[in-house]
């Protein structure tokens, strides 16, 4: 590591210490002003996503675009997923589908898709039919038939929670830059997959894609939410930090390819343990690109 990056490095730790430990904790005399930061700390905090480098299409020596499920019952997958109970805990805390979710709402994440192509834009009236259910009882029904005006009590409303979605699903470019001489990785999407909302209460319900996020579209964003950082809750990373260094664990379910992108599981059908190592099988080639690049 030269001069340079080890300045960075220490610059961008101590700049997250004042940033991301919960503000003016320390000093507060009553708990209304936990979290309340002054004029001048909020003048001296310029913290910013770190904006991408350009990267010329002629010094990609080779690229490989993957799509990978995110699995979120898996430990290392915990702070995309976490915390589902928002009752009980401060509002600095959401998880990702939560932050997500709110932004879409109020306009910050303006642009939003039906597939990975990002080919279809959809709006938020556009998905709320995949989000939520709107159910009559049978006394409705009843209530109805009779000639009544339908009582609110007897309206079931289901809607997709944090605690609903299961998994992520990304998308993202693996290539190899000549004038870096290694492999980078740039995420391109990101889409939150629930059980499908109309059949949400059944043993096995069907998975769908909510909707898709141009990720570096909602970067500002996510940079300003917070994941919780089990070894050190004073240094939360930024959603933004943890999905670009890949703080997750995925599985490739979709590489580029010849017969149209096809999934794995179209080629490689019921038998998860074959699908599996597929999925390692395209990872280590990706892989082995920048190794044999000093291969002599």
Same mark, same amino acid.
């Given at each position: 590591?030269?001069?340079?990056?080890?300045?960075?490095?220490?610059?961008?730790?101590? =700049?997250?210490?004042?940033?991301?430990?919960?503000?003016?904790?320390?000093?507060?005399?009553?708990?209304?002003?936990?979290?309340?930061?002054?004029?001048?700390?909020?003048?001296?905090?310029?913290?910013?996503?770190?904006?991408?480098? &350009?990267?010329?299409?002629?010094?990609?020596?080779?690229?490989?675009?993957?799509?990978?499920?995110?699995?979120?019952?898996?430990?290392?997958?915990?702070?995309?997923?976490?915390?589902?109970?928002?009752?009980?805990?401060?509002?600095?805390?959401?998880?990702? &589908?939560?932050?997500?979710?709110?932004?879409?709402?109020?306009?910050?994440?303006?642009?939003?898709?039906?597939? =990975?192509?990002?080919?279809?834009?959809?709006?938020?009236?556009?998905?709320?039919?995949?989000?939520?259910?709107?159910?009559?009882?049978?006394?409705?029904?009843?209530?109805?038939?009779?000639?009544?005006?339908?009582?609110?009590?007897?309206?079931?409303?289901?809607?997709?929670?944090?605690?609903?979605?299961?998994?992520?699903?990304?998308?993202?470019?693996?290539?190899?830059?000549?004038?870096?001489?290694?492999?980078? &990785?740039?995420?391109?999407?990101?889409?939150?997959?629930?059980?499908?909302?109309?059949?949400?209460?059944?043993?096995?319900?069907?998975?769908?894609?909510?909707?898709?996020?141009?990720?570096?579209?909602?970067?500002?964003?996510?940079?300003?939410?917070?994941?919780?950082?089990?070894?050190?809750?004073?240094?939360?990373?930024?959603?933004?930090?943890?999905?670009?260094?890949?703080?997750?664990?995925?599985?490739? &379910?979709?590489?580029?390819?010849?017969?149209?992108?096809?999934?794995?599981?179209?080629?490689? =059908?019921?038998?998860?343990?074959?699908?599996?190592?597929?999925?390692?099988?395209?990872?280590?080639?990706?892989?082995?690109?920048?190794?044999?690049?000093?291969?002599?």
């Amino acid at each position: 590591m030269n001069f340079k990056s080890f300045l960075i490095t220490v610059v961008t730790v101590l =700049s997250a210490v004042n940033t991301f430990a919960q503000a003016n904790i320390l000093n507060a005399k009553s708990p209304e002003e936990i979290g309340v930061r002054t004029e001048a700390q909020i003048a001296i905090d310029n913290d910013q996503a770190l904006p991408y480098g &350009y990267v010329d299409d002629r010094d990609i020596l080779f690229s490989k675009m993957t799509w990978e499920k995110v699995v979120l019952d898996e430990r290392a997958n915990f702070p995309l997923y976490y915390p589902i109970d928002t009752n009980n805990i401060g509002s600095d805390r959401r998880s990702l &589908y939560d932050v997500l979710m709110k932004n879409i709402k109020n306009g910050n994440i303006e642009n939003i898709y039906d597939d =990975s192509y990002f080919t279809t834009k959809r709006t938020l009236k556009d998905i709320e039919a995949a989000l939520s259910k709107v159910d009559t009882t049978e006394l409705g029904i009843e209530q109805l038939n009779a000639g009544e005006e339908l009582s609110g009590e007897y309206i079931d409303r289901r809607d997709i929670t944090a605690a609903d979605i299961t998994e992520y699903r990304v998308k993202g470019l693996w290539y190899f830059d000549k004038r870096q001489a290694e492999m980078k &990785y740039r995420l391109l999407g990101i889409a939150p997959v629930s059980p499908d909302v109309n059949f949400i209460d059944e043993e096995e319900p069907d998975l769908v894609e909510l909707f898709w996020v141009f990720f570096p579209d909602a970067r500002d964003v996510l940079h300003e939410a917070k994941s919780f950082n089990n070894e050190n809750s004073a240094i939360p990373f930024s959603f933004d930090h943890l999905l670009n260094s890949r703080r997750f664990h995925g599985y490739v &379910y979709q590489e580029e390819n010849v017969q149209g992108d096809r999934k794995i599981n179209e080629y490689v =059908s019921q038998n998860a343990l074959m699908q599996l190592l597929e999925s390692d099988r395209i990872k280590t080639k990706i892989r082995d690109f920048e190794l044999d690049m000093w291969t002599y």
